[in-house]
């Protein structure tokens, strides 16, 4: 059975093409500048040579058009007609309240999709586009949404609730969701192999450092604290975004700085973060290279960063009463031995001991921790896609 997952955002789509009966990934790409100038389809097979197309693309339709197009086109595909995709899988961030997993779409799923899309405006919009348009391209083809939200809907209510009247969760939903359910999902299923203990008995806490980045604290297989919120601005500090601060910045910035409440939002989440710190980038390697170089602010923004994780990992431990594991993946978790050994250094407390040379890996699967430490460190490279094929191959064929 092949599954088709595709991760649509506002103006790019990702997707990969798995043979389900390996896991193995048939060809996967990315498709760029939708609805503006520059329009472009990567397609990576994985048998052949890499293909580029540049052509307009003003909408998602045209773009999964483009996507099935390429799958099965006789020299650069990988199928021989659209038959053989039998499932597709759709990333949606945000289920709200209504999905604690993957589920198969059908009207109603559609109903409560566009019901949640005031929780996550600038996100679920683009999600839906890419399901009608292949529901109209593939009317027969099943499709599954999977939500970045839905691994953390185990949060206890003590955890999930803000300290504002009662009434505005019911009357708004204003509570903690989460994101990067599916990531912190996924390497807590890895860890779990890798320590070759049961999840239901193990602690973790999963280190999503990427762009974006959130913290999990995964006990017993699942989620019972993240750092992400109502929405993903909650929590570290990121690439742009500002992650935790007081909120009576936001009013006295607006006042002072005459900003609409477009432009304070624009600000909290583009302008922020590692980028605002260091005013050098919202890239790390382009901030750890800076403060190689001696730039103290790109330093600061590291260090800041740093204090973060270290912040949530404490009082992560603190929620579990213990941790067995603490694991670190995406694109600084995984490649950053810097960034690591900063945080875990001052983990000692814990009987947590990282190993220097082992901790010089990048991208790989690793235990990372001395043969003595009390907690074990993992690099787990994430993979959101694979586990959205599963999910889809799961519910597909239960149908
Ligand atoms: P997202 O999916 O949220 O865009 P990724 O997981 O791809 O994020 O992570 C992107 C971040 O990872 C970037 O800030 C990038 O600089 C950082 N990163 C990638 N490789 C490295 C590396 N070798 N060293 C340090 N940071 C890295």
Not at 79 to 107: C, L, P
């Amino acid at each position: 059975m092949n599954v088709l997952v595709i991760n649509c955002g506002s103006s790019s789509l990702k997707y990969q093409l798995f043979d389900m009966t390996n896991e193995s990934v048939l060809a996967k790409g990315l498709v760029e500048r939708i609805g503006l100038e520059g329009a472009k389809l990567s397609h990576r097979p994985a048998k052949k040579d890499k293909y580029e197309v540049e052509t307009e693309i003003p909408n998602h339709e045209k773009a999964i058009e483009l996507v099935l197009k390429a799958l099965v086109d006789s020299e650069h595909g990988v199928i021989d007609s659209m038959e053989k995709i039998n499932a597709i899988g759709h990333r949606v961030v945000h289920g709200g309240e209504d999905f604690s997993g993957s589920v198969f779409i059908d009207e109603k799923v559609m109903k409560a999709l566009n019901d949640n899309i005031s929780l996550a405006p600038l996100h679920n919009p683009p999600n839906i586009m890419g399901i009608e348009a292949c529901k109209k391209l593939m009317p027969n083809v099943p499709q599954v949404g999977v939500f970045d939200t839905a691994f953390h809907q185990t949060i206890p209510k003590h955890a999930f609730l803000y300290g504002i009247p009662y009434e505005y969760y019911q009357k708004y939903k204003i509570r903690k969701y989460g994101f990067h359910g599916t990531s912190h999902k996924y390497v807590a299923q890895r860890a779990a192999a890798m320590l070759r203990t049961p999840l239901e008995k193990l602690k973790l806490i999963t280190c999503h450092l990427g762009n974006g980045a959130s913290i999990c604290a995964v006990e017993g297989g699942k989620s019972v604290e993240t750092s992400m919120g109502f929405t993903p601005l909650e929590g570290l500090m990121m690439g742009t975004r500002s992650g935790d601060i007081d909120p009576a910045i936001v009013s006295y910035l607006m006042e002072k700085e005459g900003w609409s409440m477009e432009e304070a939002t624009d600000f909290f989440n583009k302008r922020c973060g590692v980028l605002g710190i260091s005013g050098v980038s919202s890239d790390f390697r382009d901030i750890e290279s800076a403060a190689d170089e001696g730039n103290e602010r790109a330093q600061l923004a590291l260090e800041r960063f740093a204090h973060m994780v270290k912040k949530y990992i404490g009082s992560y431990v603190a929620i579990m009463n213990g941790v067995d594991a603490i694991v670190f993946t995406a694109g600084l978790g995984e490649n950053s031995a810097e960034m690591r050994y900063e945080i875990c250094k001052s983990l000692t407390y814990l009987g947590l001991e990282i190993d220097r040379d082992k901790n010089f890996t990048r991208g790989v699967e690793a235990d990372v921790s001395t043969d003595d430490s009390k907690v074990r460190v993992l690099v787990i490279p994430t993979n959101e896609e694979l586990m959205i094929a599963r999910d889809t191959y799961d519910i597909v064929t239960k149908l």
